[in-house]
């Protein structure tokens, strides 16, 4: 059985364009390594947000529909927060940097590690957790944040489910994840060869089946090493009764959908061939990029999306 070795991407609906790159980039200090469109809405930009290589296991990405986007409803079959480990040294650093730029900030602990809980301008849930441990995570050398401070790609995703039982055995019958302990009602899961953003925890809840729109994640992505082991999972799914997806290329990664029985859209994708397939490293994110088959439709793409002038960081006027 192939095993999963943690979590690949998260990708979220976000409203406005500009406010939702300049909170990852500006703020956070993400790198922004990736501009392109959503290729199954081409009205829509993609953005990937990451380390300075976006690195597998630090980019989050997301689709902005503007600010006249439907409204998403958290509930059931949600992402409930994205967490993010930071140095241990770095907590006083981010709380203080996160409030005064006008970002409500809630301390806590979970599990042993300090975690500062907050929201994204569309309400999104995230977590900085004060983890222990090697990350492969690339610091940005220009970046806005000192690179002793920087975010150091995914802790972990927080999961809502009505039941529990469901979701946890496509994590450890499928992905190959494991039982790692229970704190005040959340069970967290480890995957297999544990370390870098290889942590799941679920919990419970009595809300409503949730409703997808801006301020949602979409969907979890965990990383496969390749096409050949995309092709295992998707057996796997399906021993299971759980339908998936074709492979699909997504020019930097091929990627294989399911919906797992609890109602989160669960992704798997391959490590190649990486962000630098059409940009050079030092300009990632830098211009709108569209695979091969959209280019000929370039002109009437660029003609529909909304205005944005990239990413405002400090520094550049």
Same mark, same amino acid.
């Given at each position: ?190 995957? *297999?060869?544990? *370390? ?122």
């Amino acid at each position: 059985m192939p095993v999963t070795t943690g979590l690949h991407h998260v990708t979220a609906i976000a409203g406005d364009p500009q406010a939702n790159a300049d909170f990852y980039v500006g703020l956070l200090g993400l790198r922004f390594v990736k501009r392109t469109v959503n290729h199954d809405d081409t009205g829509t930009y993609h953005f990937y947000f990451g380390d300075y290589e976006g690195t597998p296991g630090t980019n989050v990405t997301f689709f902005p529909w503007t600010e006249r986007g439907r409204r998403g409803e958290f509930g059931a079959g949600q992402t409930r927060a994205i967490a993010y480990r930071i140095p241990v040294a770095a907590v006083d650093y981010w709380v203080d940097r996160l409030e005064t730029n006008g970002v409500a900030v809630e301390r806590a602990e979970r599990f042993g590690e300090p975690v500062l809980r907050f929201e994204d301008p569309d309400g999104i849930g995230l977590e900085l957790v004060a983890a222990g441990g090697e990350s492969p995570a690339v610091p940005w050398p220009d970046g806005p944040v000192p690179a002793d401070r920087q975010l150091q790609g995914f802790h972990s995703v927080t999961l809502a489910v009505e039941s529990l039982g469901p979701t946890a055995d496509v994590l450890t019958d499928v992905l190959g994840f494991e039982e790692d302990g229970t704190e005040d009602g959340r069970h967290r899961y480890r995957s *297999g060869p544990g *370390g870098f953003a290889a942590v799941v925890d679920l919990v419970e809840t009595d809300a409503d089946r949730g409703r997808m729109g801006v301020g949602t994640v979409h969907h979890v992505a965990f990383r496969a090493e390749s096409v050949a082991e995309l092709r295992e999972f998707r057996t796997a799914y399906h021993e299971r009764d759980i339908r998936t997806s074709d492979i699909v290329d997504r020019s930097y990664f091929h990627a294989l959908y399911a919906r797992e029985p609890g109602g989160v859209l669960f992704e798997l994708s391959t490590p190649e061939p990486g962000f630098t397939a059409d940009e050079a490293l030092a300009d990632l994110g830098s211009s709108l990029v569209l695979p091969e088959w959209l280019e000929a439709d370039r002109e009437a793409i660029e003609a529909q999306l909304p205005a944005f002038d990239g990413p405002t960081v400090p520094g550049d006027g």
